[in-house]
């Protein structure tokens, strides 16, 4: 089955408590991409992929890092986290020429 | 850049009635359009998309669009919907480099 896979699927940590999202696709997609989730903002892009080891900021990038070292799979990076990071996050992918983007099932993230 | 305005937060429908989701957008250059679907504790899904064409775009579910370049809108409709579509619907567009902005979502909720 084509899918989008995240995990974990829920994370409670605390403030400062490095961690990592790790987001996978078995559909050969090149375009993977983060989101975050935010009442009454919409999803918002933190970070992207083109392609193996080509990534570029979205809109909110601040306090995140992200990898793409093999084409399937896309961490998202938390060095350092803090409140404001408690969201719910969102990874997608998508072949080129396409248009049309596949998310997985999200993230809820908790920062104490 | 571009951006989205859904211009209703909340929206209460009974089983059976239409319903219409209003979405403006500006953006210096041309743009996709998509309309996403978000159940409830489950990722996004595509619901329909204008590439170009026919302004008026069918998608899954019984739902449909109309592209208004003149008024820079495209608002979802459904002409009866059911309880299943109790959902958060977003609209988005994207350049032509996969970057979606998406907009801050309508929660829609239908009622016996």
């Known amino acids: 089955e084509a899918q989008v896979t995240q995990n974990p699927r829920y994370l409670i940590t605390v403030t400062g408590k490095k961690l990592t999202v790790t987001c996978s696709q078995n559909?050969?997609?090149?375009?993977m991409s983060w989101y975050r989730q935010d009442p009454g903002l919409g999803l918002r892009q933190i970070y992207y992929?083109?392609?193996?080891?080509?990534?570029d900021k979205g809109d909110v990038p601040e306090g995140y890092k992200v990898s793409r070292k093999e084409k399937r799979n896309f961490p998202l990076i938390l060095e350092s986290p803090s409140p404001n990071q408690t969201s719910l996050y969102f990874c997608?992918?998508?072949?080129?020429?396409?248009?049309?983007?596949?998310f997985g099932p999200g993230t809820r993230l908790t920062v104490l | 850049a571009q951006s989205v305005t859904q211009l209703d937060s909340q929206v209460p429908v009974f089983e059976e009635a239409p319903v219409e989701l209003r979405c403006n957008y500006s953006?210096?250059?041309?743009?996709?359009l998509f309309w996403y679907v978000q159940y409830p504790n489950q990722g996004l899904q595509l619901l329909l998309k204008?590439?170009?064409?026919?302004?008026l775009v069918k998608g899954i579910n019984g739902f449909e669009a109309e592209f208004n370049k003149s008024q820079t809108s495209f608002h979802l409709r459904k002409p009866s919907v059911h309880i299943s579509d109790t959902a958060e619907y977003f609209c988005?567009?994207?350049?032509?480099?996969?970057?979606?902005?998406f907009g801050a979502g309508t929660t829609v909720t239908v009622r016996a």
């Open positions: 992929s083109m392609n193996v080891e080509v990534t």
């Open positions: 988005a567009v994207s350049p032509y480099d996969y970057k979606l902005s």
């Open positions: 204008y590439l170009s064409g026919s302004t």
């Open positions: 559909m050969n997609h090149e375009y």
């Open positions: 953006s210096s250059v041309s743009v996709y």
């Open positions: 997608a992918s998508s072949a080129l020429g396409t248009d049309t983007q596949y």
